[in-house]
């Protein structure tokens, strides 16, 4: 296999052109037509993640967020995204990202989300105007469940060390759920519309809590543990294609916010 062969299975699950304007998704760093025997896939690219990479003899790294997000004017090693870039490919290590185009993408990130949560009669929330399938966010439906119990359940399931969610809800009991993945406060409106009880997402500002914490209850479970899944989604992706390729998760990655 090259790094163009799983490059390209990658998006036929996510095209490319259903990325946000402002995202750089794509191959990051390395040559397409270099053999690849082995993957790591991790949510971050970092220097860590890079070390390991090499350590396991891994021939590319794929990664939800873009390791180049914003446009080089030079690789002189002068940043953190420099000396990375350079690590890896000297390494020969290609660097290749999903991102907006995975979160848009029909059983992309949030549809990952949904299906841990339990999630049934799935539908796209902020659904693209060319295509109904695709776009950001997803609601569904779960059996009625105790608000309280159903947090303890959203926590428990993403590993969330500590869940923000808006106290003044007057709602007590949880039949349908809206799923963002990443920052996804800008669709609580959607959720609100949508009939959600409920909105799983992340990076939820105080005011957003303040302003729409009476139409429904937001859940904040953290950017890092709402995007872990898309690692799965690769995986799947990687595996049923080329079964015999050597697949890693990330055992280095690290959440870069702390909580004591």
């Not at 709602?171 to 009880?197: H, N």
């Amino acid at each position: 296999m090259t790094v163009q062969d799983i490059a390209a299975a990658i998006e036929a699950f996510a095209p490319l052109p259903l990325q946000e304007d402002y995202d750089n998704a794509g191959l990051q760093v390395g040559f397409r037509d270099r053999q690849v025997n082995a993957v790591m896939l991790c949510l971050d690219v970092t220097a860590d993640v890079v070390e390991e990479a090499i350590r396991r003899k891994c021939d590319m790294i794929v990664s939800h967020h873009p390791l180049i997000f914003r446009g080089l004017r030079s690789l002189t090693g002068a940043d953190e995204t420099q000396r990375i870039a350079i690590r890896a490919l000297e390494a020969g290590v290609a660097v290749y990202s999903a991102h907006t185009n995975l979160d848009s993408a029909w059983n992309g990130v949030s549809h990952e989300m949904a299906h841990t949560l339990g999630l049934t009669g799935i539908s796209v929330l902020q659904p693209r105007p060319d295509n109904p399938h695709a776009g950001l966010g997803v609601v569904g439906d779960v059996s009625p469940t105790p608000k309280l119990e159903f947090l303890r359940r959203v926590k428990e399931k993403f590993g969330v060390k500590a869940l923000r969610y808006s106290s003044q809800s007057p709602a007590l009991v949880v039949k349908r759920v809206a799923v963002c993945g990443g920052s996804g406060a800008s669709l609580i409106k959607d959720a609100i519309r949508a009939g959600a009880d409920l909105f799983v997402t992340g990076d939820v500002k105080y005011h957003d809590f303040a302003g729409y914490g009476q139409d429904l209850v937001i859940a904040d479970i953290g950017h890092y543990e709402s995007e872990l899944c898309s690692m799965k989604i690769f995986s799947r992706i990687i595996r049923q294609q080329y079964p015999d390729l050597v697949v890693y998760f990330s055992d280095d990655q690290r959440n870069p916010v702390g909580i004591i």
